[in-house]
């Protein structure tokens, strides 16, 4: 490896690491085999420690010079172009344009710094206007529209997004390097931004172009079918979808669904079920079937293929645990309906007898608790302490389970198995069976025990349960002494809430104070510590301050939601719809703006209809306004979401009970106590 390098032969490896270009000195010595830079210029597993040492070159560079504008543009291109530290390199693209700020690299690196690589607090705004200063110094660089372009897109502008990806296609000229300065990814721009708007053909006809091209990938496959789909030519979608699983067959998810699921998905349309069905079966032989579980939605109906698809399988290789394993899955852990889920793993037991994965017996005794039905959760246990696949964690689910029941004696044998991870059960279970003698002596026993271990924590929780407060405190501030680390805002403001429990007003606001500074201290504050230090303002009464920490949270939350929703990973944002706008939502009604909450909430209603507590939440304020009228309406409107719910899982009395509660809300007491008969 050479020791040294010129800053053109750092740019060139640079260049080659953003790039899909071949090495420039790939053929420069004619004895390549014996030439030790060349080897580890072209082994790929050195590539990471050729950067380390180009960093390390450009450090000397700069402390020769510190102005030394170019060794700093490509030392924050070294630490951008493997991720190493994007904030690293955006502090060096700054400090170059204080030097220069009219250098229109550099303005145009430090915004796709911004763009892909500060994931979920992407500056979006900046990088805009970091992009347009970069056009109005140099307007003929195809990068620069390109970028303009892909912000755009981002933000929804797909208009505008069109007319500047097809300035970077005119131009087709750039001078920087970036691994999505290409052709392919500026017609993507304007691809995807036509399917966005609806317009079809022209999104066909630009992906067509596209597949043309080297660097196409199975995204471009997919949104030329789903443009078919859309337009209902489901044969020429169909057969094309085999492309995209060919490519990759995972095929992340576009637009909401995956390859297979939108190749099923045409076959349904076309009325063809059969065939969509035999489309599942052959992907789940072949591949990984946990891939094609994220469908459009969290609804029976929506899976209902897949599950036929199952279940047919089954029927062909009975003794094929896979199949089973998948359609246990869909039911207990995407649709939550653990009594289906309880049913395929029975079908297993029947239809085989030796060699029974030992898990089966623990997923069935989990999905047994979980139905209420404990004498078949007993069974399973029971079974797995016969084969010899018994842990402690075991041990104390099937003890919670006699205590359940009131079998307290088994509960106890369970629990005596790992006393010291069930003291407190095992202490509670003693003083509920009055034997006071044992309980004192298991105290005395986990006493000494915490203190030859030094477990100072679990000897705070200890003292704490049995109602010995300075002794908890004690120990408790010997935990968070033993290491630094422990000490911060979460322990302090725990310490503090026992002080107060005992009346101690000036040692709680001692610790809550101390709480707040950690929590104000921490450079990168995120919306929960605010939250936090809000509450904590709360707990010493400073109302003012509270309020103050509050609103910052609902600014950060905003800044949360917005860049969320330019994620290009559609199913993963699916479980946050209406997450930020509730929690936003929830800050309001914590400074008093009623309106402002009600406004958050039926946001979150708009972006996740099917999400009771939405609904709740309005109520809850609406109740607070004295709108009993509205209240009612939206409380109804959260008990039809649990009612639907609860008609597929009729074993939930957890849900059945919260119903008997909202009828309550509405006055409803009729209904309310033929909830609380079913649950009997």
Known sequence: MKKSYTLEEIENIINKECSYEPDEFDNQSDNNENDEDYQNNNDENNNENIIDQVIEVLKEYIKKDKNNTKALTLLGRAYYSTNRDNKKAEKLFRKVLLI???????????????????????????????????????????????????????????????????KAVKLNKSYVVDDGNYMEYYLTVIGESYFKLGKYDEAIDIFKEIIKLPRHDQSDFMYLRLSYFEKKEYDKAIENYENVLEIHPSCDYIENTSAINALAKSYMALGEYQKGINAYKEYIKKHEWRWIRYLYKKEIEDYKYLIEAFNQLIEEEPNNFEYYDGLETIYSYDLNIC??????????????????????YKTLAHLYENIYRYDKAIEMYNKLIEINHFDNYDYCRLADIYKKIKNYDKALEMYEENT??????????????????????????????YTNNNDYKKLSDLYMHIGEKYKAIEYYKKYISLDDNKNDGYNFANIAEIYESLGEKENAEEYYKKAIEIYKNEKDKNYWDLDMIGGLYNSIGNKNKAIEAYKKAIKLEIKSSNNMYRRENIWEREKFKGFYSKGIGDLYVKIGNKNKALKSYKHAVSLDPNREEYYVSIAEVYDGMNEKDLAKEYYQKAIDINKKYFEDRPYRCDILKHIAELYLKIDDEENAKECYRKIL
């Open 420 to 449: 010291y991870s069930n003291i407190i059960k095992l202490l509670d279970l003693y003083e509920k069976l009055s034997k006071h003698e044992k309980r004192n002596l298991l105290i005395n026993e986990s006493i000494n025990y």
């Open 100 to 166: 220069n700020p009219n250098d229109d690299k550099t303005l145009y690196y430090t915004a796709i710094n911004y763009i892909y690589n500060f994931i979920g607090n992407e500056k979006y705004n900046e990088a805009l206007k970091l992009i347009k200063k970069a056009i109005e110094l140099n307007e003929n660089d195809s990068a620069y529209w390109h970028l303009l372009g892909y912000i755009n897109r981002e933000n929804k502008n797909y208009y505008a997004a069109i007319e500047y990806a097809e």
């Open 339 to 360: 009594d289906k889920g309880a049913n395929v793993l029975e079908k297993y037991l029947l239809n085989n007898t030796d060699n029974i994965n030992y898990q089966v």
